[in-house]
């Protein structure tokens, strides 16, 4: 991609924790950011942060797990800043915590992790990335996890949705692989968020990465222009030496 100036992208998840310091990285690069999540106050509130600063950054309230939410985005965010060349797929979410084994996890559970981990992303990058493919030329980011592909004792609904979703892309990535598009699953390592407390409450957060600093990672994993499609990558690959 080499150059985020210019580019519109949308990025779910994005009230806070890594999407809103995405969101923060990619427009102070010059990227126009609309940034979609659940709870509108708390949007609007990193909206307005940005737009503070100088930056173009719009805000749509939605849940990407609700099935008649997917045009909604996507026509709003084709209304707010024409064509989308990058779409990251951030919003996630553990399931019921404390975590629970899978023998303990009920049914509805696993199915309402999957609607938001797995089948949302689907359904969005399904009503986005068409135009990609006609103008050849966008990019798909999947923010995956090491759950994915380690197996960790109570991590079963989310590891599993995360595993889906980096096979998903890969998929796409070879069905896309003469259209233009890049798909990439980008694992971000641990960080300080929500998530993580909920999850791991005792975890000391002086031994985790913040978002801004996976998101500065991200940012430049993006304006590289060496990915290949198709790959899981570490953020902490793209880290700048210290």
């Known amino acids: 991609m080499n150059s985020l100036h210019g580019k519109n992208v949308v990025i779910t998840g994005a009230s806070k924790g ?6 923060d990285s990619l427009s102070a690069r010059g990227a126009t950011v609309v940034l979609v999540a659940r709870h509108e106050k708390a949007l609007d509130e990193v909206v307005n ?27 709003l965010a084709a209304a707010m800043v024409g064509r989308v060349d990058v779409l990251i797929h951030n919003a996630s979410t553990l399931g019921p915590v404390p975590l629970r084994s899978l023998l303990d996890t009920e049914c ?9 981990n797995l089948v949302g992303p689907f359904r969005l990058t ?35 949705s995360k ?5 998903l892309h890969r998929v796409l990535a070879a069905e896309l692989s003469a259209a233009g598009v890049q798909v990439i699953n980008v694992d971000p390592g641990e960080m300080d968020t929500d998530m993580h407390r909920d999850a791991l409450p005792e ?11 996976v998101a500065e990672s991200i940012a430049r994993m993006l304006e590289d222009g060496a990915l290949v499609s198709g790959s899981r990558v570490a953020a902490a690959n793209w880290e700048r030496a210290s």
């Open 18 to 23: 890594l999407g809103a310091a995405l969101a």
């Open 49 to 75: 942060a940005l737009r503070a600063k100088g930056r173009k950054a719009f805000g749509i309230p939605a849940d990407v797990a609700d099935k008649d939410s997917t045009h909604r985005i996507s026509g």
């Open 108 to 116: 509805e559970d696993l199915a309402a992790v999957l609607e938001t």
């Open 126 to 160: 399904k009503a986005l990335v068409g135009p990609m493919a006609l103008r050849k030329d966008g990019t798909v980011v999947h923010i995956s996890s090491d759950a994915a592909v380690e197996g960790y004792a109570n991590w079963g609904a989310y590891g599993a």
């Open 163 to 167: 595993a889906a979703g980096d096979q």
């Open 203 to 213: 975890a000391d957060p002086k031994t985790l990465k913040t978002p801004a600093r």
